[in-house]
C-alpha cells in the first residue's frame, strides 16, 4: 500500500524555519506531484504547498497562507521533497502531511484539494511559540 513519510517537524520560535522532508513508501516519488498540507487542533486539513512531477517541470503552486514563507522543492535522486519554512509564526503551528497527486502529474494550478491526493503519511508535528 502506497504512504508517504514526513520528517523534520520540532519546536521552534517565532522567526524560525524548519525544513520538512517527504519520502515515499511503495510508489515512485518523482512521478507525482506532491501536495504538502496542514491541520491546527479544531481545524480542517488545509493545502499549502504542491509541487508537479519532475517531468512537468516541477512547477509550484501555494496557499496564500504561506505563500513567500515556505518553499517547496524536489531531489530527484534523494527521491525527496522537501518544504522549507521560514518566518515561521504560531498560527503556523500544526500536524504537517504529505501525499501524492493521483489525478495528473501537475499541481491543479487552482487550489490544493485534498481529495486529489493519496497515499497520506502519519505527519510531523509543527509547534511554533511565540
Known amino acids: 500500500q502506497d504512504q508517504s513519510v514526513e520528517s523534520g517537524g520540532g519546536s521552534v520560535q517565532a522567526g524560525g524555519s524548519l525544513r520538512l522532508s517527504c519520502e515515499a513508501d511503495?510508489?515512485?516519488?518523482?512521478?507525482?506531484?506532491i501536495g504538502w498540507f496542514r491541520q491546527a487542533p479544531g481545524k480542517e486539513r488545509e493545502g499549502i504547498a504542491c509541487i508537479g512531477s519532475s517531468g512537468t517541470g516541477a512547477t509550484t503552486v501555494y496557499s496564500d497562507s504561506v505563500k513567500g514563507r515556505f518553499t517547496i522543492s524536489r531531489d530527484k535522486y534523494k527521491e525527496t521533497v522537501y518544504l522549507q519554512m521560514n518566518n515561521l509564526k504560531p498560527e503556523d503551528t500544526a500536524m504537517y502531511y504529505c501525499?501524492?497527486?493521483?489525478?495528473?502529474?501537475?499541481?491543479?494550478?487552482?487550489?490544493?484539494?485534498?481529495?486529489?491526493?493519496?497515499?497520506w503519511g502519519q505527519g510531523t508535528q509543527v509547534t511554533v511559540s511565540s
Open positions: 511503495g510508489y515512485t516519488l518523482d512521478y507525482y506531484p
Open positions: 501525499a501524492k497527486r493521483g489525478v495528473t502529474s501537475a499541481c491543479n494550478p487552482d487550489y490544493i484539494w485534498e481529495y486529489e491526493y493519496n497515499a
